[in-house]
């Protein structure tokens, strides 16, 4: 990088084009599978999913010149955000998506103008935090399992057709967790890609279901609220309506930023250089990606973990390495068809490991927090899985606060670690 650059823009002094540029590529072939599986768990279409990657990662790059949140973070869509988006979907309707996702960029904007990150995470125990991503892995998990064994074979389990897809589940997720051991600190994305070589080998010889992306139309437009297209339009009061969007649109707001804040403190460890990371600053980023995202019917964004961490390990030193990821999404967006060699099993496995590895935080939970934390993270984790993951938030939060009221009344205090799902999210 040219010092007339690196003195220009800080951010990129460390930057090595050639590093840079690899880690990107191997970045985007591994984030591909992730996104289109989240884009599925989400109920939104893959294509507009994948836009939504390319875009927060030019966004990503520009603030990054200037206020750097992260430098080797890579942003995209996220497995914890996926139920709700869904949630909002079903609840909303579609066309009032990006009226939703204006609304939590503006929020976020607050977020980051006021600095209130600290005081949402005061409010948010680590051991509910755990609960809450716990509960949306298994969700993950368990919606993916049928691809696991889906064929055209009857509805018998046993069918040829359906041992096969079944065997060949079986032989990837083993693979899978093989190369993962292996190479989880030395090139984690290379289990992914393995698992989807496979996939694409497998599938020419036994024709198996694959993914299909229907091709969506692309434009922009102000994000206005529709509210004849409400599921229940004209039955309940619009003020109530509005209220109950701005209720969500806090909670996803809210999951956005701690999830964020938790991926940067892993960045930061996993960052070659041992930069420090500015959590106000990568909010920045998420609000302006977010609200840009609102005008094509996008998703909501952050620094991906998964992604992070395939990048840091690939040799990334910069943010200019989001540059080639959204390169590498940009050509299965003008080339779908790109995609639809993938079989849903491959992809089944990878999301199922996802959930597992979302579901795996609780043990931090059951080793460093105690009983009532682990019980509570549990029951979180339960109530957001039935109760979906509002409610179960909503309700494990009232009950956690209405214990410590009534525990503070009578002198037992709850002492717990709010800093341990920040703390230990990168194991």
Not at 5 to 21: G, I, V, Y
Not at 70 to 77: D, E, K, L
Not at 324 to 352: D, E, G, H, N, R
Request: with cysteine; hydrophobic share 55%.
């Amino acid at each position: 990088m040219s010092s007339a650059l690196a003195e220009r823009f800080p951010s990129l002094k460390d930057a090595d084009l050639k590093r840079d540029a690899i880690a990107g590529v191997i970045t985007g072939l591994m984030g591909l599978p992730l996104s289109v599986g989240i884009c599925i768990m989400s109920d939104y279409p893959i294509q507009t999913g994948l836009i939504t990657v390319i875009f927060a990662c030019l966004i990503g790059f520009v603030t990054s010149l200037f206020r750097p949140g992260n430098y080797i973070g890579v942003p995209g869509v996220a497995a914890g955000l996926a139920p709700a988006l869904a949630l909002g979907v079903h609840t909303f309707g579609m066309q009032n998506m990006p009226f939703l996702v204006m609304l939590v960029a503006l929020l976020q904007a607050l977020a980051w103008k006021f600095d209130m990150q600290r005081l949402i995470l005061k409010f948010m125990p680590a051991f509910i935090v755990e609960g809450l991503l716990a509960g949306i892995g298994l969700g993950i998990a368990l919606k993916f399992l049928p691809y696991t064994f889906e064929a055209d074979g009857g509805a018998s389990l046993m069918s040829p057709e359906h041992l096969t897809v079944m065997i060949l589940s079986l032989v990837s997720m083993i693979g899978f967790v093989v190369l993962y051991q292996i190479f989880q600190k030395k090139m984690p994305s290379i289990p992914y890609i393995a698992v989807i070589a496979f996939g694409v080998i497998s599938n020419l010889v036994f024709h198996l279901h694959v993914v299909h992306i229907e091709k969506v139309p692309f434009g922009f437009a102000l994000p206005l609220p529709h509210f004849e297209a409400l599921p229940h339009a004209g039955q309940t009061p619009i003020a109530l309506i509005i209220a109950e969007m701005l209720g969500y649109c806090m909670m996803l707001a809210a999951i956005d930023i701690i999830e964020q804040v938790m991926s940067n403190k892993a960045i930061e460890k996993l960052d070659p250089l041992k930069r420090t990371c500015d959590t106000n600053n990568s909010l920045l980023a998420i609000w302006i990606a977010n609200l840009f995202s609102s005008t094509f019917g996008g998703m909501t964004n952050l620094d991906g973990l998964a992604k992070s961490t395939s990048n840091a390990t690939a040799g990334a030193l910069s943010k200019l390495s989001l540059l080639f990821v959204a390169s590498t999404f940009s050509v299965c967006v003008f080339f779908p068809q790109v995609l639809s060699y993938l079989p849903k099993y491959a992809l089944a496995v990878l999301m199922i490991f996802s959930g597992y590895k979302m579901i795996a935080g609780l043990k931090h939970v059951f080793d460093h927090q105690g009983r009532y934390a682990s019980v509570m993270a549990v029951l979180c984790g339960l109530l957001v899985w039935r109760e979906g993951l509002f409610e179960g938030l909503m309700a494990a939060l009232v009950l956690h606060y209405v214990v410590s009221f009534v525990l503070n009344l009578i002198g037992k205090p709850i002492t717990h670690n709010k800093e341990l799902a920040i703390e230990t999210v990168e194991s």
